[in-house]
C-alpha cells in the first residue's frame, strides 16, 4: 500500500471499547482503603465519580459499549489518520517501516477527550452539574474544558504551577471554553494552603492538583471529580486509539513488531497498545514500549508498591510502580509525564515483562522532536517526542542490523502551545535532569509504612 495516510470513515469508530481486564494473564492487585487496609467498594469511590464509570472501572466483560452521544461527539474528529512516516524513513535510510497514530487532530490537540467526552457524558446523565480535574501541561484540562461545554457542565481545573506559568495559551484554551483555570497549590484548598505554608513558591505537581480537585469535588454536593489517566475506566476509554490502529494497519498490510507510546500516567500508551495487547498473550513476539522521562522516571526506577495517588494522602491505595506521592518532579517541558505513579494495568504488565520501559533526558527528546517536525512537518508535543525518541531510535537499530521491523508509535498530540521549550532547545538552554537516586530511596522508605 503506497498511501501516506490510512484512514477510516466515521461509520468504522468504533462501537465498544476494548477491557484489557477480561484477558488479563495475572490478575490485577486489589485498590485498597488506607483506613481498612481492605479493598474498596462502589461506596467507596461514590462521593467522586458517577455509578456508570465505577462500574466500568470494575468491569471484567471485554468490550463496553460506547453511548451514541458520545460516538456522536467523536464523529468531530475521530477516526483519526494513520500515517506511514515515508520521509522520516529516508531522513533516518532505514529499513524499518515506521507508522505513527496521531490525535493531535481532536479539537483540543490531543488524544485526552477520547475520555474527556465520556466522563462529561456519564456525569450529565447522573445529574452532575460540575466537574473537578488537575492539569499538568493542559492537555487534560483542555480536553475536559470542552467536553463540559459541549454536556452544559461548569469545570473548575487545577493547572500544575510550573505549566500554568510555561503554557498560558492552553490556559487561555481552557477559559475560552468556559472553565475556572486555577494555579495549584491555591488558596482555596486546605492541601493547597498547607503546601504553600510548608513552600511558598512550589512549582506545584500533579500530586498537589489531585489532592486540590479531589478535596473540591469531595466537599460540594452538585460536583464529582475527573481524571484524565491513571484508572481503568479511562484506559478503556482510550482503546479507541488502538482499535482503529488496528484496523488501519491491517488496510496498510502490515503489522507492527514494536508499538511505543509515552507515559505519564499510562492512557496514551494504553490506548493504543491494549488492543494488540492479546497478540503478546498468545504468544506473538510484538514488543511494546513505554517511554517516560529520566526527570520522573517511574517505571525504570520506581518500586512497585501500593501508594495514594495524590500528594495529600486522600485517595485510596493503589499498586504501581511510584516515586512517592510526596514526589515534586523539576520543571522539565514534558509536563503532562510529570506524575509520581503510573496506571495500576500499566504497571501490572510491566511487573510480569509484558511491556518494556526506557527513560530519556530532554535535550535527546527534543533533537528527536526537530528531527521528526523537519521530515514529516509536525511539531510534536514534549510528551509525544518522548515515543518519537525510541521510534528513531529502533528504525537505527533496524538499519544498523540490516533487518527490516515495523515500528508503530503513538503521536498523542501537538506541540503548537509548547514553542517556547522549542525555542529554548533551539536556543541550546534546555538541561537535561536525572532524579536523584538518594529522593527515591527516601520515597520508599516512608511508604514501607503504609503497605497493606
Known sequence: MDATKILLSEQEIPKAWYNIAADLPVPLPPVIHPGTKQPIGPADLAPLFPMALIMQEVSTEREVEIPEPVRDVYRLWRPTPLHRARRLERALDTPARIYYKYEGTSPAGSHKPNTAVAQAFYNKQEGTRRLTTETGAGQWGSALALACRLFDLACTVYM?????????????????????????????????????????????????????????????????????????????????????????????????????????????????????????????????????????????????????????????????????????????????????????????????????????????VFDAAVQFARAEGIIPAPESAHAVRKAIDEALEAKREGRPRVILFGLSGHGHFDLAAYEKHLAGELEDFAYPEDAIQAAMRELAAIQP
Open 160 to 364: 500544575v504551577r510550573v505549566s500554568y506559568e510555561q503554557k498560558p495559551y492552553r490556559k487561555v484554551m481552557m477559559q475560552t471554553w468556559g472553565a475556572q483555570v486555577l494555579p495549584s497549590p491555591t488558596d482555596r484548598t486546605q492541601a493547597g494552603r498547607a503546601i504553600r505554608a510548608r513552600d511558598p513558591d512550589s512549582p506545584g505537581s500533579l500530586g498537589i492538583a489531585i489532592s486540590e480537585a479531589v478535596e473540591d469535588a469531595a466537599t460540594h454536593d452538585d460536583t464529582k471529580y475527573s481524571l484524565g489517566s491513571v484508572l481503568n475506566h479511562v484506559l478503556m476509554h482510550q482503546t479507541v486509539v488502538g482499535l482503529e490502529a488496528r484496523r488501519q494497519m491491517e488496510l496498510a498490510g502490515d503489522a507492527p513488531d514494536v508499538i511505543i507510546g509515552c507515559v505519564g500516567g499510562g492512557s496514551n500508551f494504553a490506548g493504543l497498545a491494549f488492543p494488540f495487547m492479546p497478540e503478546k498473550f498468545r504468544g506473538r513476539a510484538v514488543r511494546f514500549v513505554a517511554v517516560e522521562p529520566q526527570a520522573c522516571p517511574t517505571l525504570t526506577r520506581g518500586d512497585y508498591l501500593y501508594d495514594f495517588g495524590d500528594t495529600a494522602a486522600t485517595t485510596p491505595l493503589l499498586k504501581m510502580y511510584t516515586l512517592g506521592h510526596t514526589f515534586v518532579p523539576p520543571a522539565i517541558h514534558a509536563g503532562g509525564l510529570r506524575y509520581h505513579g503510573d496506571a495500576p494495568l500499566l504497571c501490572l504488565l510491566y511487573y510480569h515483562g509484558y511491556v518494556e520501559a526506557v527513560a530519556y533526558g530532554q535535550r535527546a
